[in-house]
Structure formats: C-alpha cells, structure tokens
C-alpha cells in the first residue's frame, strides 16, 4: 500500500503559488533505487483546465499522477493542490477531492457496479437517498444503464468498466480528476465513442483534469496544454499549435512525427 | 464416566497442568506405557484403586519413559508401573548407587517418588528355545549353548546392539556362534517355528512364550540385569491417600513370570481387553469383583470423536487468531514478514513427535501440549496463504482504494481481505486437514482421540482397532473439507466466484 510514511518532511516553500493553479508541483523528484524515475521538475495544473501529459512509455507520467494523488511521496521537492502543502496527515482528506480513475479501471472485482461506486460515500456515512441520487445523475451523465448496476466488475465490457471507474472517480464530486490512461485499454470504436462522451462530460462538469495518454491525436482532442515528457523530464508545454510550430527540442518534432505516420497507417485500415 | 466424559476431559486437560499439586479429592490418575504388560499392570492399579474410596481413572499407552516419568513428577500422574533396570539404567542414568531395591528406593525418595517392592515377576531379557528342542538336546541354561556352536541364533537388533544384550553375553558366556542373525521379533517367532532359527531373545513375560511353547533358558551366572516390576507413585500420597498405598501393597508379590505372561497372552492373542483381563485376575486373586465399563465400539468411536473434535477446534481457533494477523503483518512489512514465514516455516520442519515431547516439560501431558503443539502446526499454512492471497491482488486495485481516501483499516477490511478470502480460506482449510491427522498422535501423550485406538491396534496387531480410529480421522478430514468448500459460498464474496461467461 502506498501510504506516506509519516516521517515525511516539508521542505521549505520557494516558489510562490499561483491562486488559480489546482495543482502546484515545485522541484518534485523520484527515484526508485538507483533509478531515477522523475528529475526534479516544476509544473502547475489551472483551475477548470484539461492537461494532457504525454510521453513515451517509462517517461515518468503514471509516476507524476501517483506523487499529485499521495500514493507516491516524492524525494525532493513540495506539492500544493488548492494551495495547501500535501503530506501524510492531510492527503486522506484531500483524496476526497480528487479522482482517479487507472487504465484497467481499478475496479474491486468483489463489489458490484453500484457498491464500487458508493463504497466511499458509504464509508463517509452519506444518507442513502443522497446515494440513490448521486448514482442516478452520474448513471446519465456517463450514459451508464441503470439495470447494469447490480453486475460486477467481470460481467461488464471494457467500456463500461472505464465508465464505472470514472462514476466512481466522480461520486464525492471531485475538484480535479486524475486519469491514467482511461482509454488505454479500449478498442478502437468504443475508444472514439468514449472519447466524445469525456469530452462532453469534461465541459460540463468545468472540472480540473489530468490525463496521461500516449496517443498524440487523443491529446490535442482532449487538451488546452499538453505536457510532452521524455526520461522523467518535461521537454516542452503548451497548446498543440505551439507544440507543432514551435518545438523547443528536436525530440517534440520527432514524437508528433512518430505519431502522425502511426495515425495515417491507423486511417488506412478502418 | 460417559456422560461425563467431555466434562472430565477438558478438566484433565486444561486444568491438570495447570494445578502440579492437586487437592486430595481428585481422581487418582494412573499412567502406563504403550505396551500391553504396562497397560495391563495400570488397568490392575487403578481398580485396586477404586476399591478404595478414591476414584481412578487411567492414561493409558503413554509414548514412553521419559513421557511418564516427567508426567509423575509433574503430577500429571501420580502412579505407574515400571522396572527396575529402567529406573537404574534410564531414569536415574548417571546417578551413582548401590545395587539392590533399598538403594534405589533412597534414590528414588529424594525426587519425591515412592517406589514400592516387586510385583513378584523380573521381566528381562532372555534367551528361549523350543521346548522340544531344548529338551532333545538337554539344554537347561545359558552355559548349555557352549556344547552346541552350530545352533543358529536370531536376535532382535537392539539385542544385538545393545552393550547388555548379545556382545555382553557372548563375552560372559564365552559363547562360540557365528550364525548369528539380527532381525524383526516376529520374523524371529516364525524364524524359529520352522527350524531356521533356533534362540532367540525374549522378555520373559511375552505372551508368545506360552502360546510358541518356549522353554526359558536360566541365566546361570546372572548375566541379565534385573527388571523387577515395581510400582512407582509420588510420596505425597502417603500422607493424602494412605489407604490406596495400604491397598496397593496387596498386590505386591502377586504376579510371577508365567502369570504375568498369561495375562499377556489373554490380550495380545485371545484379544480380549485389557480392563476385564485385569478384573477377572482381580477376582480370581482378591475374590472382589470390580465393576468396569465396557464400552461399545460406537461409545468409543463417540468418545474419540469429541476429544478429537475438541482437540482441533481450539488448536485450529488459536492459530486463525494469530496466524491471520501474522500473515496481514507479513504482506504489508516484507522485511519482517520474510522473517516470520521463515520461523513459521521453520516449526512445520520439526518432527511431530518431537514437538510433542518437548511439550511435556513445559506444558505436562494431556489436552494442553497436543493442543499447543498442533496449534503450531496449524500456523503456516494460514500465514502463508493469507501473505500470498494478499500479495497476489493486483497493485492498481489497492491503489485505487487508497485513492479513494479510505484508510488503510477499510482497505484491508473492506478490500484486501475480501479479495484474499479464497487464499486464506484455502489456508485454513489445509491447516485443519494437518490438524485432524496430526492430532492422532496426541494419544502418545494421553490426549485421546482418534489415535488411541490406532495406538492400541498397532500394539495389539489389531487390524479393526486401527481402523476404528483411522476411518473416522479419514472421514472428518473430508467432512471438514467439505464445510470448507459450503462455506467458501458465504465467505467468498460473488463477484469472485463468477465466471467470465456471464
Ligand atoms: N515501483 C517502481 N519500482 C521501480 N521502478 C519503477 C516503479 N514504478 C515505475 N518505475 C519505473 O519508473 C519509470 C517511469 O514509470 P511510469 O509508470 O511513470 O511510466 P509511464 O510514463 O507511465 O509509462 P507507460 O506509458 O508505459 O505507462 C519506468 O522506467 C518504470 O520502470
Ligand atoms: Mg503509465
């Protein structure tokens, strides 16, 4: 279980935060061993936007989520979300308001649609109209068929398990929401669907969202900023436009190239 | 004593060793060896016993000297009998004294136990011809062999080794053969019916003596050391029962050789058991008529089944309760979890029979040794199935929960567990099936259960005594795995019990 230990210290606030950033990362660094898994980097998330981190695999980008959600505790450097340092005493409670949904949904295989969702309104001791209520407005939000509530997790597509996984990412109504790859394990069709109906659910909701992806043409679909990392560094960030017409590596150019060609093979075989 | 029965064994067993100096009211307990002569001698004691106002109940085919011997001490028991020789050459080994009974009554004295003088029988080694060769050949005593080099001899193993059996003897004797064969006790009664074999070695009280029709050779120049039955008891009961010591001197002298191996004869070839083998002696001697029960094999088969069951449940209930956190603690704490799956490990390589004997000194004999060192067994499996049935959970699942903000309690209870049920269902499952059969070995130290009448039936050679102990272990082994497969239904969530098919 990946729980801070609690001799985890705070270092001394440097850089000042922005009030709009939700999330705030100053100097955070993470070795695993000798290893080092993430170099010491600073980036801020706003309020309201959609971040798409994007990289090639091993660059470090499920490691970045893992520090900003606690389940990680960085080496070096200090992580705010809504402008308050997180650490080992603080970050049960702020989970509250942060989802996270991983690639194959995370879902708990002993718990039905309906108990997956709830098991964190019910530990906090929701009444159980409110829910009734939440279930019924994230069931139409997602477009989830209520009379699939009662199966598990092993009687439900891909698809729908990603669904489950982001009603339940979305049931304390989150400020932010973590996303790990949520299409990463879908075929092709239910992925362009999916992607449409996040996208509507992103706009209406005005939620802060991250979302890691190795897919180029998804990130510029889902993106305002797209944060493009290599070998546990960030190597450029901004809008696909800048990304395209002015890279500040080679490597960017080389990466969106990568995956243009990919794209155009992936259009040649419907 | 049926009705009663469970009631007095979880007494006996929990409470006994627990209490080393009993108040005087309580039932005298007897303790005899697992041979049938020491059976049948404690089966004499403890009616004589009974005829006094004390009550008696007997812990029959304990695993051995030292077995007994520690429990007398310990006054799990406070009266056995047993032999000279055994007491000079084992129990007081190293302690140096004078030939003769007064000398080793003084001995015995200052260990707090009172040894009273011989039954009337020294049961020794021996060697035995057939009578009819014997007498062809005039052979009467040991010395007699001499004469006859050509005569082949077949002795038991530990005869052959041991420095008081046949290197001695032949040394003594200045005895010339060279045919001399090392080889199985029964194989040497058969050996030396057909002719291939024509002295053994005996004790000279074994049944088979009278039934082979062997002729006991003299020990001319007293070569055998003396292993005159006696009665071992704890002194305290000369002040606290002094009428079952005046009772007890009544039998002393009573038994000579050819009776005792009578008796022998009466339970190990006519089978009959040892308790009215021992009243009809009684009434035959004494004219009193002690009332024995005896019990119906079904009584017996009730009777074992619930010292069995009792035995297990609580074993088994201890080492859920501590084996489970132990497994948690493991999954969660590598470093330390290596080690407690390495010293669980470690207990389940120590022989069972060992682990039971090194439970006497600490734990006296009974319910409690067998129960604790069953217990021990029952840790691994449990421990090791709940740390890999933990391990084996996917890592973004428990992220995920952890995610969620639930503390690590409600991970692990509403989570972890859950998912792992299986495992750690299987673990306990497994530890039981040990349990059960592992338990049958508690009647070495006077636990009951299903392995007294296993015991009795290897000593007796008795075929359906083994099973009637056997069989129900076999069938409460697979009655136990099939609760646990029914209770898999309630205690394995649904959704893992799904097939993919839908
Ligand atoms: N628990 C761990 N122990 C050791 N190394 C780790 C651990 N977790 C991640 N790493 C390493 O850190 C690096 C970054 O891993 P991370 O999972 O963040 O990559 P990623 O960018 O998400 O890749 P992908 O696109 O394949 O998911 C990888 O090289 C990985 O092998
Ligand atoms: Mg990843």
Redesign the pocket.
Known sequence: MAIIPADFELPLQLHPVKLSDMFSLNGVSKR??S?T??HPLDVAFREGETSVLI????????????LMIGLLKPDSGTIHFNNQPISPTNIQILRHQMGYVI?EGGLFPHLSVEQNITVMARHLDWSISDIRQRLADLSALTQFPENLWSRYPLQLSGGQRQRVSLMRALMLDPKVLLL??PLGALDPMIRADLQQDLKEIFNQLEKTVVL?T?DMGEASFFGNEIIL?RQ?KIVQKGTIKTLVNQPTDPFVKDFIQAQRQVTVIEGNNP | MSRHSLIRFCFVALAVPLFATRPTDDPIVVGSKKFTESVILGEIIMQTVQQTSFEAIHRRELGGTRVLWNALQGGDIHIYPEYTGTIRKEILAGVAMDSGMAALREALRTQGIGMLSSLGFNNTYALGMLTRTADTLHINKISDLKRFPDLVLGFTNEFMDRSDGWPGLKQVYQLPHTNVRGLDHDLAYRGLANGNIHVIDVYSTDAEIDYYQLKILEDDLMYFPEYQAVILYRLNLDSNAPEVISDLKMLLGTIDASAMSQLNSQVKLERKPESIVAAKWINETFGVTPTIEVKSRWQRIWQHTLEHLFLVTIALGAAILLALPLGIWSAYHTKTGQGILAVVGIIQTIPSLALLVFMIPLLGIGGLPAIFALFLYGLLPIVRNTYTGLKSIEPGIQESATALGLPWLSVLWKIDLPLASRAILAGIKTSAVICIGTATLGALIGAGGYGQPILTGIRLDNMGLILEGAIPAAVMALAVQGLFELSERWLVPRGLRLKRSD
């Not at chain 1, 990289?55 to 893992?66: A, I, N, R, Y």
């Open positions: 695993f061993g290893f898994a993430l990289g090639p695999s091993g660059c470090g980008k499920s490691t970045l989520l893992k690639q790990d790859e890691v190795h990392m546990g």
